[in-house]
Nanobody, 124 residues
């Protein structure tokens, strides 16, 4: 499987960005998907997850109400709409194909399929 992210950049606090992740090499609709982020010097953390068919979603508490994950199975793409960005959102964002149907923060099981990541920098 191959995952390719795009859409990162530099934005001022309060601004918005939309990340995209295009998947190939497997049947996209059969896997849950997740967005993760890793800030400098910190561990990678779950940001958002989305289920395979019904597009159920779950979020890290730190982004609830500001970020929205969605997917377009016809385009093999998962999105992360990020609004009201804060400096603490600065990180490298990566998408992941779930190992099974789990999509919640508590139960999501990452596969070894990761994108290269896209840098998001929020200035104060």
């Amino acid at each position: 499987a191959q995952l390719v992210e795009s859409g990162g950049g530099l934005v001022q606090a309060g601004g918005s960005l939309r990340l995209s992740c295009v998947a190939s090499g497997y049947t996209f609709s059969t896997a849950s998907m997740g967005w993760f982020r890793q800030a400098s010097g910190k561990e990678r953390e779950f940001v958002a997850g989305i289920s395979r068919y019904t597009a159920l979603t779950d979020y890290n508490d730190s982004v609830k109400g500001r970020f929205t994950i969605s997917r377009d199975n016809a385009k093999n793409t998962v999105y992360l709409q990020m609004n009201s960005l804060k400096p603490e959102d600065t990180a490298v964002y990566s998408c992941n194909r779930g190992r099974d149907a789990s999509y919640t923060k508590k139960n999501y099981r990452p596969s070894d399929d990761w994108g290269q990541g896209t840098q998001v920098t929020v200035s104060s």
